[in-house]
């Protein structure tokens, strides 16, 4: 077995799962750097190791160094201290003070800062306030040091050992050792299976109270991540025997003792033509619940007068406005006026913007303060384009408060309007509406505008969809696609599609959507690059970056949105100097998804940003969102991925000039008609279907999406 000794340079790979890592190292004595591959979780760039393995010659990428065992050591040369210094591990030390500190302090660098960091103060430029942060960043850097040896122990990549050490600070250590399971409800990222393995580890027996019972809400939580607020119980006791590998009545009896606890509720719901127990993590029973009590206490509630005669003041809004409104489109806007709650339901080019304009003409005047909002920052922004009015997102509407974990608008300080108008409703999710009902005023009227053949909502729930079939308000549905809208291919092949219909594919070198067919995924993911760099930009003048969106109906696979967004990023925006962390690699100028909710940053699930700096000293990376720079510390890198290409779950309620939606029976498990409804729904200029027309076919075809199982429709009906 070979030994070779040097300093990580840069990593260009390191898996989050696996710890498998391709890096290049600075090897003693060597002016060429080496390429090294194996598994080393741990290891960061600046780092001085010594690695055990074999030389072996890649087919693809020449020599290699593959590693068999490896260990971190003390840098020894002075350029390897000025390397570990200036990698950024250490905030407030970049490459120029790294530089200084080591002329001034030579081999004796890492011992005074361990061990007499206030010396420090001699160089130049480190003042009281960067010494503090050196030592606070010092000291943490110790601990999660140790942490990773613990974590190694027990089976969690040391990917992670940061969000544990930021969560649990120095309890890392006893709250694992007292209830490992608190991981996974914690710590996102981490899984009810690690934790397990970890609980395994630290003798915990698989019959536990605390497994099982931790087992139980991870399922449920599955189920939710799903888009159920419920399950039959049935159904859920053999998923949960799968996971646990326990008897059932061992987890019956848990159900029981969690459900006396007030964590779950069990109840019955009607299903498959009979009455079946269901069961609901509590917080997704309360909000259906809630939800049917607030649209009871505001039915309940007389309404706030918005227009006295609306069919006079119709007239007055078609002739401000230059239009005469469609039969329906009438009856959308006097309903929505005369009624206390309004739901408005149709596909693109039917007019949803147009009636919104002409009720804000007739009740904006004289009928109190209207609040226009929508579930996402880039669904609000075209509210307000559209209607020339201000609109939020339903969060800042609601004015989340991050010190009190919740929203500051509430029964008990209701927002202040007449009438409250929500866009894009189908993407509102069961908790968000509870939230959002609870703090609308007793007299307010309520709007809501959506599409409801779109894919539900990313959250729990088929909210829009459950109000329509309860019957408990006054729906108008829009049919008609108006003269300027049937002149668009993508609309009149959404609806084609919507109502069961192959779509329009004919070549038209002047309309607005393409289909290119293709059956092989290797050429489809060369062929989606080739137009995103060069035939798309070049014949309509998109920006590769802005203008352009890929749309994948899945993660994995060669046409899926993982390879995609690798073939894209290092096409379109590559780079010498990678940032690599929590598996995945970011470059300056990418294009980025947040993937999870943080009301601390005020960005959500699906919001779209570009990277605008990456600062190793600070150890963040900011983000520009909705024109906001956003930082994020390295350690929460693994709420963003990749977005030139994205899941078309994730950009429902956003637009994009061009969008590319490959498509192949590859994708069989997603082949839904709702979903290729909503993918080409997203492009507002051209939209190009790059794929199989047996694809095409499928999804067109198949209605039968994944059901969600809800409680809402029984809790709100009359």
Known sequence: MDEIHGYIERITFQSPENGFTVARLKERGKRELTAIVGPMPSVQAGESVVCRGRWREDPNYGLQFQVESYEVEAPQSLQGIKKYLGSGLVKGIGPVFAERIVEYHREK??????????????????????LERIKSCWKEQKSIRELMLFLQGYGISPTYAQKVFKTYGDDSRRVIEENPYQLARDVWGIGFKTADQTARKLGIDSQSDI?????????????????????????????????????????????????QEARIVIQPLEYQGEVAPFIWLKAFFTSEQGIARELRRLLDNPPAVLYSQPELGLQAAEAQMGIRLAPNQREAVTSSLKEKMHIITGGPGTGKSTIIKAILSIAGPGGGRILLAAPTGRAGKRMAEITGREASTI???LEYDFSIGGFRRSRDNPLDCNLLIIDEASMVDTMLMYSLLKAAPCHARLLLVGDVDQLPSVGAGSVLQDLIRSG???????????????????????????????????????????????????????????????RLPKTYGFDPLRDIQVLSPMNRGVIGNRNLNHLLQRTLNPSNEPLVKMGRTFHTKDKVMQVQNNYDKEVFNGDVGYIKRIDRIEQQVIVEIDGRP???????????????????????????????????????MMLFRNLLYTGITRGKRLVVVIGSKQALSIAVRNKQAGERFTGLKEAVEP
């Open 472 to 534: 408990r308000l006054p729906v108008t549905r829009l049919t008609d696609i108006f003269r300027q809208a049937a002149r668009s291919k993508i609309i009149t092949n959404a609806h084609r599609i919507n109502a069961g219909e192959f779509p329009d594919i004919r070549v038209d070198k002047t309309g607005d959507f393409f289909f290119i067919e293709e059956n092989d995924p290797e050429r489809i993911a060369q062929a989606i690059t080739g137009l995103v760099q060069h």
């Open 109 to 130: 660098t890492l011992d005074i800062i361990d061990g007499q960091p206030d010396a420090l103060l001699d160089i130049d430029g480190i003042g009281p306030k960067r």
């Open 630 to 668: 956003i930082p994020y510390d390295f350690a929460d890198l693994d709420q963003l991925v990749l977005a030139y290409s994205v899941s078309i779950h994730k950009y429902q309620g956003s637009e994009c000039p061009c969008v590319v939606l490959p498509l192949h029976t590859t994708h069989y």
């Open 395 to 397: 969060h800042s509407l």
């Open 211 to 259: 497994r099982i019972d931790a087992g139980v809400e991870y399922v449920l939580s599955r189920l939710a991540n799903e888009g159920h607020t419920c399950y039959p119980r049935e159904a859920f006791l053999e998923r949960a025997r799968e996971l646990l590998e326990v008897d059932s009545e061992r987890i019956e009896a848990r159900l029981e003792f969690i459900e």
